[in-house]
């Protein structure tokens, strides 16, 4: 089964730093989304990306996140200055459609940890 | 707002036995779909199972099945014939029918005994 990519599988950053988060979608979805995991907490929706615009966005995605198709493959997330509550494992998902039913496909995840 | 609640925070089994997983959860819309996800110790979200609302027949994929109670908001997944493979967290996850992005409840780690 194809699958969504993510890299790196950890990173360390200090506060205040920007970082990036690299996702490889599968090849022929068209929708894109990053989910956060604080660590013994639910899974939580930051952002939906769609032809090059982002579709939906939640109340913790601010103006400190942003995100990008680059190219016709990688999908990224930037955290512009990062605080200790960042510390998270963040998920990319992608999926063909976008109706509520769709099967979303999910990355190893990205545990980033902010000292 | 909607939300999803899962009431057991760890759940144990023994191997071949039956374990049933609770989810409940709060909408006012009508048109909704209910998935239970995987979260095996790699961490990677696997879906396991989808609901969707509108129908009555509960969903079921080989020794996964759902009870869908729609009146009383209820969702929860049998595991049948349990196997130390399913030891991992699981995620009950509700998405309004016209977008994909899933709000999930806290999970329940299931563990399996040999």
């Known amino acids: 089964e194809p699958e969504v990519t993510q890299t790196p599988s950890h990173q360390v950053t200090q506060m205040g730093q920007e970082v990036i988060l690299r996702c490889v979608p599968i090849s022929n979805h068209l929708y894109f989304y990053w989910y956060r995991q604080i660590l013994g907490q639910k899974v939580e929706f930051l952002v939906s990306f769609y032809n090059n615009e982002i579709s939906e966005k939640s109340e913790i995605f601010d103006d400190q996140f942003s995100v990008e198709r680059p190219d016709g493959s990688n999908f990224t997330l930037k955290i512009r200055s990062t605080k200790l509550e960042d510390s998270a494992m963040y998920f990319c998902?992608?999926?063909?459609?976008?109706?509520?039913?769709?099967?979303?496909?999910f990355g190893s995840g990205t545990q980033l940890s902010v000292l | 707002a909607q939300t999803v609640t899962q009431s057991q925070p760890e759940m144990s089994v023994q191997e071949a036995e039956t374990v049933t997983l609770s989810c409940t959860y709060d909408t006012s819309e009508s048109d909704y779909y209910l998935f239970w996800y995987k979260q095996p110790p790699s961490r990677q979200m696997i879906l396991v199972i989808r609901q969707e609302a509108y129908k009555q027949q509960n969903a079921t994929e080989n020794r996964f099945s759902v009870n869908f109670q729609k009146a009383a908001k209820s969702f929860s997944l049998k595991i049948s014939d349990s196997q130390l493979g399913d030891a991992a967290m699981y995620f009950c996850?509700?998405?309004?029918?016209?977008?994909?992005?899933?709000?999930f409840g806290k999970g329940t780690k299931l563990s399996v005994k040999p």
């Open positions: 998902a992608s999926s063909w459609g976008r109706t509520g039913g769709e099967k979303l496909f």
């Open positions: 996850a509700y998405s309004r029918g016209s977008q994909g992005n899933l709000i």
